[in-house]
């Protein structure tokens, strides 16, 4: 797919992370001109220490590689396909972590650095970018990350007339809606009340009594906290998003009066007696296999997490799309903002990848860093470029980050947040696996394995044939 000459018009990257480093070798693989524009080590951001491109900030890890069985993995494997460089940096750099796949940061980041810096269609300017781009870049793809420079990211929120575009961070855990269960648990809005795009019965509850609730509270008051990082301290906190344990040690009320009142509700699986206290899921994703716990945004570590949110009834076996967490993060709003192509609606020009997309992670920014690039490079060849399947992981989690996600049906705290790849992403398989081979019925654990080993096999099959179909006729024109 590599070509060397060009006549197209530049795609312009700005910043050399995960994302605008994989863009950039896309589109430079693709045959078209790149300019990347990274401001290290001139400007610096909080986390990153040296002038290395993708450089990790923080662990090492690109988390799972088994692509039978795990989405990230899977993603790892479709981004291989693709001739991610991401993936090719951390193969050649790989360091023992079982099945993870783990990398030696340093030779990861130089190898992508030396990649890029070799390519005779890349060219490097270390500068930041401290401002809208210029007018006359035509094809830009803005890959700044969750640290963007300041005055960057206050020229895009004032091009997109959103009150904040850079939060101190508490987020909410997400959870598979098929590990509530709904035997305890009940579908109703508050008061029944339908709100634009609801039923009436949009929330998942879960009620607790008086008992459960004072040992939950003290759990959540005991449980094991993230450190602030010194430079996370000048950060505010996103408007109405207090992370749910710094409520509790407000009063041992105050969670009742907040977001676990049990207010508006009835159980219909015990009518006559009144909950102490209600947790609400709210659904998350249009396909409807992912809620989120409302108002739980969190600073607990994630073991604490997990041990004192399944005290909640109904959520004793709740798996975890996501848990919460607390950092700086520069996100869009993409849902509302971006087409389904990564472009601002407001100013087409302007393509956003990575972590300021609104997904979460190293092999996440990257792989939107990966089909932005291919976007771009199309656009630079007047051609257009079929969306990845929605079946595959990498069209799995563009479609969440371009429109699954479900907006929030009250007014306040902006409801999009971060995501990292997962299977509640996937449309569901219209016929799921129910036997073994042997023809015994399959059961438990063994029926979510099989699930989704189906689900990868049926990714994979799909994004081989939108890569035959649509991306060697790109390469080739
Ligand atoms: C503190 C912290 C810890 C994290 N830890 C992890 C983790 O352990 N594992 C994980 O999977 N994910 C982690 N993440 C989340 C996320 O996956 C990474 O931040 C990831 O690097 C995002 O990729 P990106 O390409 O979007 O941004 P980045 O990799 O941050 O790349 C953005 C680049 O843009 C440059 N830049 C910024 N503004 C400008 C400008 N105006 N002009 C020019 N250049 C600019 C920056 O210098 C940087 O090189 C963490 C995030 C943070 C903030």
């Given at each position: 797919?590599?070509?060397?000459?060009?006549?197209?018009?530049?795609?312009?990257?700005?910043g050399?992370?995960?994302?605008?480093?994989?863009?950039?070798?896309q589109v430079?693989?693709a045959?078209?001109?790149?300019?990347?524009?990274?401001?290290?080590?001139?400007?610096?951001?909080?986390?990153h220490?040296?002038?290395?491109?993708?450089?990790?900030?923080?662990?090492?890890?690109?988390?799972?590689?088994?692509a039978?069985?795990?989405?990230?993995?899977?993603?790892?494997?479709?981004?291989?396909?693709?001739?991610?460089?991401i993936?090719?940096?951390?193969?050649?750099?790989?360091?023992?972590?079982?099945?993870?796949?783990?990398?030696?940061?340093?030779?990861?980041?130089?190898a992508?650095?030396?990649?890029?810096?070799?390519?005779?269609l890349?060219?490097?300017?270390?500068?930041?970018?401290?401002?809208?781009?210029?007018?006359?870049?035509?094809?830009?793809?803005?890959?700044?990350?969750?640290?963007?420079?300041?005055?960057?990211?206050?020229?895009?929120?004032?091009?997109?007339?959103?009150?904040?575009?850079?939060?101190?961070?508490?987020?909410?855990?997400?959870?598979?809606?098929?590990?509530?269960?709904?035997?305890?648990?009940?579908?109703?809005?508050?008061?029944?009340?339908?709100?634009?795009?609801?039923t009436?019965?949009d929330?998942?509850?879960c009620?607790?009594?008086?008992?459960?609730y004072?040992?939950?509270?003290?759990?959540?008051?005991?449980?094991?906290?993230?450190?602030?990082?010194?430079?996370?301290?000048?950060t505010?906190?996103?408007?109405?998003?207090?992370?749910?344990?710094?409520?509790?040690?407000?009063?041992?009320?105050t969670?009742?009066?907040?977001?676990?009142?049990?207010?508006?509700?009835?159980?219909?699986?015990?009518?006559?007696?009144?909950?102490?206290?209600?947790?609400?899921?709210?659904?998350?994703?249009?396909?409807?296999?992912?809620?989120?716990?409302?108002g739980?945004?969190t600073?607990?570590?994630?073991?604490?997490?997990?041990?004192?949110?399944?005290?909640?009834?109904?959520?004793?076996?709740?798996?975890?799309?996501?848990?919460g967490?607390l950092?700086?993060n520069?996100?869009?709003?993409?849902?509302?903002?971006l087409?389904?192509?990564?472009?601002?609606?407001?100013?087409?020009?302007l393509?956003?990848?990575?972590?300021?997309?609104?997904?979460?992670?190293?092999?996440?920014?990257?792989?939107?860093?990966?089909?932005?690039?291919?976007?771009?490079?199309?656009?630079?060849?007047?051609?257009?470029?079929?969306?990845?399947?929605?079946?595959?992981?990498?069209?799995?989690?563009?479609g969440?980050?371009?429109?699954?996600?479900?907006?929030?049906?009250?007014?306040?705290?902006?409801?999009?947040q971060?995501?990292?790849?997962?299977?509640?992403?996937?449309?569901?398989?219209?016929?799921?696996?129910?036997?073994?081979?042997?023809?015994?019925r399959l059961?438990?654990?063994?029926?979510?394995?099989?699930?989704r080993?189906?689900?990868?096999?049926?990714?994979?099959?799909?994004?081989?044939?939108?890569?035959?179909?649509?991306?060697h006729?790109?390469?080739?024109?």
């Amino acid at each position: 797919m590599t070509g060397t000459k060009s006549t197209s018009e530049a795609v312009h990257i700005v910043g050399a992370g995960l994302a605008g480093s994989e863009a950039a070798w896309q589109v430079a693989n693709a045959g078209v001109r790149v300019v990347l524009h990274e401001m290290r080590p001139f400007r610096m951001t909080e986390a990153h220490r040296t002038d290395g491109l993708a450089e990790l900030v923080c662990s090492n890890s690109f988390r799972s590689d088994d692509a039978a069985n795990n989405a990230v993995g899977l993603l790892h494997a479709e981004m291989r396909r693709l001739g991610s460089l991401i993936m090719r940096a951390a193969d050649a750099n790989q360091v023992p972590a079982g099945g993870a796949l783990a990398v030696d940061r340093d030779g990861f980041s130089l190898a992508v650095t030396r990649a890029l810096t070799e390519h005779p269609l890349i060219e490097i300017r270390r500068a930041e970018v401290g401002g809208l781009p210029p007018a006359d870049w035509r094809n830009v793809i803005v890959a700044t990350g969750p640290l963007t420079s300041a005055p960057l990211a206050e020229a895009i929120r004032q091009l997109t007339d959103e009150n904040a575009l850079a939060f101190f961070d508490a987020i909410a855990p997400i959870v598979h809606r098929d590990s509530i269960d709904m035997s305890v648990a009940w579908f109703q809005s508050r008061y029944d009340k339908a709100g634009p795009g609801g039923t009436g019965a949009d929330y998942i509850n879960c009620p607790l009594t008086r008992q459960q609730y004072d040992a939950f509270v003290d759990a959540l008051v005991a449980g094991e906290k993230t450190d602030f990082k010194e430079w996370e301290t000048n950060t505010p906190y996103f408007d109405g998003c207090l992370p749910i344990e710094v409520m509790a040690e407000r009063g041992r009320e105050t969670l009742r009066h907040g977001p676990m009142k049990p207010v508006g509700l009835t159980n219909p699986h015990d009518p006559t007696v009144k909950a102490y206290a209600i947790v609400q899921l709210r659904q998350d994703n249009k396909l409807g296999t992912l809620y989120n716990m409302v108002g739980f945004q969190t600073k607990l570590k994630h073991g604490a997490q997990q041990r004192v949110f399944r005290t909640i009834p109904a959520l004793e076996n709740a798996e975890f799309a996501r848990l919460g967490g607390l950092h700086r993060n520069t996100f869009l709003n993409s849902p509302k903002l971006l087409d389904a192509q990564l472009r601002l609606r407001a100013e087409s020009r302007l393509r956003f990848a990575g972590q300021m997309t609104g997904c979460e992670g190293y092999v996440e920014s990257a792989s939107i860093g990966l089909i932005a690039g291919l976007y771009a490079a199309a656009d630079a060849r007047s051609q257009a470029l079929a969306p990845p399947p929605a079946t595959s992981a990498l069209g799995a989690l563009l479609g969440h980050i371009t429109g699954g996600h479900i907006e929030t049906i009250e007014p306040g705290a902006r409801s999009f947040q971060p995501m990292n790849i997962n299977f509640g992403l996937f449309p569901p398989l219209p016929s799921p696996p129910t036997k073994n081979l042997d023809g015994t019925r399959l059961r438990g654990n063994d029926k979510t394995i099989a699930r989704r080993q189906a689900i990868s096999a049926r990714a994979l099959a799909d994004l081989d044939r939108w890569i035959a179909d649509h991306l060697h006729i790109a390469a080739a024109a």
